[in-house]
């Protein structure tokens, strides 16, 4: 079965730090890059972060940017979100899903190029 598992949610205070992992299952990642997005009550889905297939380009949503790092370990077929000075506008639902990018790029937006999601892991940030 193909699919992608969320860890690492849970919940801290402003100023704190959180490290989510998404492993895969079923498929292997060589060739796919991976996003990290987020859901919050009531708003649409958004981007956080996205990774190439080999590690080399990354993005992040301007809100994001200075404070959140994606990395991957592609033996182990896991990718990580390190958030960093989290804040109340952080807490959400996360995200990631994975996108046969074979191209070496990747995008931030939660379109259609995304074949695999996983269920998602919650993280609270009180304000």
């Known amino acids: 079965q193909t699919q992608f598992v969320e860890s690492g949610g849970g919940l801290v205070q402003p100023g704190g730090s959180l490290k989510l992992s998404c492993a895969a299952s079923?498929?292997?990642?060589?060739?796919?890059?991976v996003g990290w997005f987020r859901q919050a009550p009531g708003k649409e889905r958004e981007g956080v972060s996205c990774?190439?297939?080999?590690?080399?380009?990354?993005n992040y949503a301007g809100s994001v940017k200075g404070r959140f790092t994606i990395t991957r370990d592609n033996a182990k077929e896991i990718v990580y979100l390190q958030m960093n000075n989290l804040k109340a506008d952080d807490t959400a639902v996360y995200y990631c899903?994975?996108?046969?990018?074979?191209?070496?790029?990747?995008?931030?937006?939660?379109?259609?190029?995304?074949?695999?999601w996983g269920q998602g892991t919650q993280v609270t940030v009180p304000s």
């Open positions: 899903a994975a996108s046969y990018r074979p191209d070496g790029d990747c995008t931030v937006v939660p379109n259609s190029e995304y074949d695999y």
């Open positions: 079923g498929f292997t990642m060589e060739y796919f890059a």
């Open positions: 990774i190439s297939n080999s590690g080399d380009t990354t």
